[in-house]
């Protein structure tokens, strides 16, 4: 079993839809929780941080992180066509070493 | 957040040669990471770069095929060595640290491709 679960998609949403992400991890260890966006043949951007269980919210974007449940979420709002990416679930424990998910491929239909 | 510059950015190599990747942040990071992106793969961590010192090493790769070099706090290097094109990848450098709010930034990566 892998360390983080992520269903890599692909995933296919009309314009305007609420894109709805999600990741699963084992290690009790993890406190740091980042969701990533990588466009093709560029590196990982990062969109959202948290390091405690609850709801962070940054413009269109949702991050949500239940540690008793080891299950993170990312909700884009008012999804765009220029949304269209993959968005990778990351997490670490206090070393900063971060383990991914597989990665889901988002296609935002204009 | 920092600015991670990374040289080169992509590059096509001979088997059997070693590539050099420099990874140049524009701030004191307190820590530096090698990543690796296999072709439609997610990212796998190859190593720790310790200022000052030996790298250290994840399960599954080692020195003598990635070494690295950390000689300051903004600079560091990994080698691609006796490369095959199973190497073929992209290697991602990224940092963290005090300044950046303990937030974890990556380079925009060096695509190699062995042939």
């Known amino acids: 079993q892998k360390e983080v679960e992520q269903d890599p998609g692909p995933l296919s949403v009309p314009e305007g839809a609420i894109v709805s992400l999600n990741c699963t991890y084992s290690n009790s260890a993890f406190q740091y929780f980042m969701w990533y966006r990588q466009y093709s043949r560029k590196g990982p951007e990062l969109l959202m941080y948290t390091y405690s269980s609850g709801n962070k919210e940054d413009g269109r974007f949702t991050a949500q992180v239940d540690k008793s449940s080891k299950y993170i979420s990312l909700f884009i709002r008012d999804s765009q066509p220029s949304d269209s990416a993959t968005y990778l679930c990351a997490m670490s424990a206090a070393d900063y070493k971060l383990s991914f998910g597989a990665g889901t491929t988002v296609t935002v239909r204009a | 957040s920092a600015v991670i510059s990374q040289k080169p950015s992509r590059d096509i190599c001979q088997r059997g040669t070693s590539l050099t990747i420099q990874c140049q942040v524009d701030s004191q990071v307190t820590m530096m990471f090698w990543y690796r992106q296999q072709p439609g793969q997610s990212l796998t961590l190859i190593a720790t770069?310790?200022?000052?010192?030996?790298?250290?090493?994840e399960s599954g790769f080692v020195i003598d095929k990635f070494p690295i070099s950390r000689p300051n706090l903004t600079f560091s290097t990994l080698t691609v060595s006796n490369m095959s094109p199973e190497d073929s990848s992209i290697y991602l450098c990224?940092?963290?640290?005090?300044?950046?709010?303990?937030?974890?930034?990556f380079g925009e990566g060096s695509w190699l491709t062995v042939v």
């Open positions: 770069a310790n200022q000052g010192s030996e790298a250290t090493y």
């Open positions: 990224s940092v963290t640290g005090e300044r950046s709010g303990n937030t974890i930034y």
